[in-house]
């Protein structure tokens, strides 16, 4: 049973574009939402997180939207640009840790200039 | 501060055989976890060890196993490897509480 679903699973998006990533998970009780990048040959690196009694969270040009209600969350990469270009990961935990991550399956993104 | 190392970063075997891969945790962390990623499963949790003690176990076969040391270093263990084996496995460390993990940059398994 998939518990984060994600997609798209691929995107190419223009210099100076949006990317546009989402997620939907199923365990209410999850209380964490952290989003990793991965760049070829390197591991996951936390790239943003967002707990769910705050609606948005922006850290430069990344962006968490998240809908308790809907239990959906995005990232959104304003002015993307090709170093941007990475696999995505959403993933959900308990916050206090004591769980193991459950990431969605990634979505490889492209930015072309 | 160093952040979390694997080695070997490579690794080549045949089908039979067994690995063990090693993970040092970023200094002051005492929990780790195992992950295996894939292109069709993406990233599935292994298992977790804090205090040398397993507190969480994935949906993977006994053929998978694990440890940790005392100064918090984990090892993971394959026995008899299947070509299915063949993955990038990633340790995370996280301190003793909270959500926030830390990944190494894997270890590549190729079984042929």
């Known amino acids: 049973q998939q518990q984060v679903k994600q997609s798209p699973q691929s995107l190419i998006v223009q210099k100076g574009g949006i990317s546009i990533i989402n997620c939907a998970y199923e365990n209410t009780a999850f209380d964490y939402f952290p989003w990793y990048q991965q760049f070829p040959g390197k591991g996951p690196a936390l790239l943003i997180a967002?707990?769910?009694?705050?609606s948005e969270k922006k850290e430069g040009r990344f962006t968490i939207s998240f809908n308790k209600s809907a239990k959906q969350f995005s990232l959104h990469i304003m002015d993307s640009q090709p170093g941007d270009s990475a696999t995505y990961f959403c993933?959900?935990?308990?916050?206090?840790?004591?769980?193991?991550?459950?990431f969605g399956k990634g979505t490889r993104l492209s930015v072309i200039a | 501060k160093a952040g979390v190392t694997q080695t070997p970063r490579y690794l080549i075997k045949t089908r039979g055989q067994q690995v063990t891969l090693s993970c040092s945790p970023i200094s002051g962390h005492r929990s780790v976890s195992w992950y295996q990623q894939t292109p069709g499963q993406g990233l599935q949790f292994l298992f977790e060890?804090?205090?040398?003690?397993?507190?969480n176990k994935g949906n993977f076969p006994g053929r998978f196993s694990g440890r940790q040391f005392s100064n918090s270093r984990s090892e993971m263990n394959v026995s008899t490897l299947e070509l299915g084996d063949s993955a990038l496995y990633l340790c995370?460390?996280?301190?003793?509480?909270?959500?926030?993990?830390?990944f190494g940059a894997g270890t590549r398994l190729s079984v042929l």
């Open positions: 060890y804090f205090s040398e003690t397993q507190r």
């Open positions: 995370a460390s996280s301190l003793l509480e909270g959500p926030i993990q830390y």
């Open positions: 967002i707990r769910p009694d705050v």
């Open positions: 993933a959900a935990i308990l916050n206090s840790g004591n769980t193991p991550l459950v």
